[in-house]
């Protein structure tokens, strides 16, 4: 779930000096360190904290030019360190009277596992870098491809039935979250979203799956009136099938046609339940009618 993902990058640049996740694919809680960092930025910026609302204290009786420029000072840089993302337990120390702590612990923004870890112990890193990838897979997305003409059938809140290739027999149940706006060119379908809860991570991204949406009336399955696919003939202009009206006489009816499965195809219109149609030879007929 791309909603789930969050990318750990310091703010401020300085050197790795003990890692407490030190693994791809280990699993943390928000709030968990992962590492501690040194910076000369960082400590610089506490102490002038420190100074500032020490400075506040002791101006208390003081002008109140004086007092007002001395807060401004320190309120500036109560937030510098929290632009830094330095724990409020720390700054509390540190406005107590606390000494700069030489290192700062970051934590995890949120729990999940690690996706990707570019973190080594005592490596330098630049403001911005990227040290952390960490994805809560409590949920997870499955993406799958639906063909063009089948689209139209689909609705988001649909209940969709997912089965895995890595547990046969044991399917999962979720819901179409989001029908994407654009369409292979090549294949002629169209990507959805389908959302699925993931307990107990069994499901792995990039995993294969298969998808069964349940289509129709309220999601349930509807008694339609339905051909053979191979009785339906598709001229490219039209889809016709042969009726048969008499032994050996028959005749081509046009038909608008719906819904359709592995072996069976629903016709809206041309035909009516009960009258027989040709199912094999079928384009024999047809191009022998032709040409008569």
Avoid: C
């Amino acid at each position: 779930d791309e909603r789930r993902i969050h990318a750990v990058a310091p703010k401020f640049e300085g050197w790795i000096e003990r890692l407490h996740v030190n693994t791809t694919g280990q699993a943390v809680g928000r709030g968990q360190p992962l590492f501690e960092v040194y910076s000369p930025e960082l400590v610089s910026a506490q102490r002038e904290y420190q100074v500032a609302a020490r400075g506040v204290a002791h101006l208390a009786g003081a002008a109140p030019d004086a007092v007002a420029s001395m807060r401004q000072v320190a309120e500036a840089s109560l937030m510098r360190l929290r632009n830094w993302d330095v724990s409020e337990e720390q700054i509390r120390a540190l406005a107590d009277g606390g000494e700069p702590r030489r290192t700062l612990t970051y934590r995890a923004p949120a729990g999940g596992v690690v996706l990707e870890k570019k973190a080594v112990a005592g490596m330098r890193f630049m403001p911005g870098e990227a040290l952390y990838q960490i994805a809560d897979v409590s949920s997870v997305w499955v993406l799958a491809d639906v063909f063009e003409r089948d689209i139209a059938a689909l609705k988001v809140g649909q209940a969709v039935t997912v089965t895995i290739d890595a547990y046969p027999g044991k399917p999962f149940e979720g819901k179409l979250g989001y029908l994407y706006p654009t369409l292979n060119a090549q294949t002629r379908t169209v990507p959805v979203r389908v959302e699925l809860a993931n307990p107990g991570g069994l499901l792995r991204p990039a995993m294969y799956a298969n998808i069964t949406v349940k289509v129709g009336a309220g999601g349930a399955a509807a008694q339609v009136l339905a051909v053979p696919i191979s009785a339906v003939i598709d001229s490219g202009k039209e889809q016709r099938v042969l009726v048969q009206k008499a032994e050996g006489r028959f005749e081509p009816r046009a038909v608008k046609l719906g819904l359709r499965s592995d072996d069976y195809v629903e016709v809206r219109e041309g035909v009516q339940e009960g009258e027989l149609v040709v199912v094999a030879a079928n384009f024999l007929i047809d191009s022998e009618s032709n040409l008569k």
